[in-house]
């Protein structure tokens, strides 16, 4: 019996530790594509870097599941996970050319909160008085930290909000489409349909949008990066994966905290950004609500299972 009891223990520090390394590897990606800010525009390098990402997925799919794994049902549903997801990854991709690392990356940690409120809204889901204080809390943090940065690179500095809105709604169209496929399967498709969304995305860009304007074919050192990201956003995706068949989602969740402190870190270290005190004061009111949500959600499933 104490031998079961270690070897459980073991598998869920095995897990823990795959979440760790994938959460620590998601600001890495960030920096790479932060570093291509003005050398290719932010919807033509997520074209790019989600077109890498497609292909690669697919081979392995059809190594795995063979032409199967392409089949699927109600195609229109992972239409919307690949637009929900261009319209997040675009704006988060702006918001990081612009803005400090740290600061589009506290913002978007909104977004928790905001998957509990959609499921709330979209999925009948229960809301409980703690999502609610969650909520409001977390939203005094954002509008605590977008006031510095609205003042410094005006309304686009409300761009990681917006990407935080996206991808709380590509979360709750994940779990419509959690049963339907493999892990491998619904990657491959979001970022198929991202791919081509982002490709559309780019173009109209270079002609409407002069800031999206792509000054000729990509230097091999951003197609380089992309790929960089392209591999390690997936492989952290995996690992995740991997580390929620090790240990439970409760036991994950507050390590995606670590994300904030290694993006400040590069975002001091590496780009040079100052660390503004008000703009400290609401990422803490964020990362507390979310650490509050996630205690309470855990507290109240225990008393669910008891």
């Not at 870190?265 to 009111?285: E, K, N, R």
């Amino acid at each position: 019996m104490q031998a079961d009891k270690n070897i459980g223990k073991t598998v869920a520090g095995s897990g823990i530790l795959l979440a760790l390394i994938a959460f620590s590897g998601f600001p890495i990606g960030d920096a790479f594509i932060k570093s291509m800010a003005g050398d290719w525009p932010a919807p033509a390098v997520a074209a790019l870097r989600f077109t890498i990402g497609a292909i690669a997925l697919a081979v392995i799919l059809y190594w795995r599941e063979g032409r199967a794994g392409f089949q699927i049902s109600r195609p229109w549903l992972h239409a919307a996970r690949g637009f929900a997801l261009t319209v997040g990854t675009i704006t988060f991709f702006s918001a990081i050319y612009i803005m400090p690392l740290a600061d589009a990356v506290a913002i978007s940690f909104i977004n928790p909160i905001l998957t509990a409120l959609f499921s709330g809204w979209f999925l009948k889901e229960k809301m409980r008085p703690a999502t609610w204080l969650a909520t409001i809390v977390a939203f005094g943090g954002v509008l605590i930290m977008l006031r510095p940065n609205v003042a410094a690179f005006g309304l686009v500095a409300i761009l990681p909000l917006f990407s935080a809105v996206a991808m709380a709604a590509m979360l709750i169209l994940n779990r419509m489409v959690s049963s339907q496929r493999s892990i491998f399967a619904a990657q491959f498709y979001i970022a198929f349909w991202a791919a081509i969304f982002l490709s559309i995305a780019a173009v109209a860009g270079h002609f409407l949008v002069p800031v999206m304007h792509i000054p000729g074919a990509p230097d091999w050192d951003v197609i380089l990066r992309c790929a960089i990201v392209a591999v390690t956003a997936t492989s952290c995706h995996f690992l995740l994966y991997m580390a929620t068949m090790r240990t439970t989602a409760a036991a994950i969740a507050p390590i995606v905290y670590i994300q904030l402190i290694i993006a400040s870190a590069i975002s001091v270290f590496i780009f040079g950004d100052a660390l503004d005190p008000l703009a400290l004061v609401g990422g803490g009111l964020i990362l507390l609500s979310g650490l509050f949500l996630w205690r309470s959600e855990r507290r109240a499933t225990t008393v669910l299972e008891a």
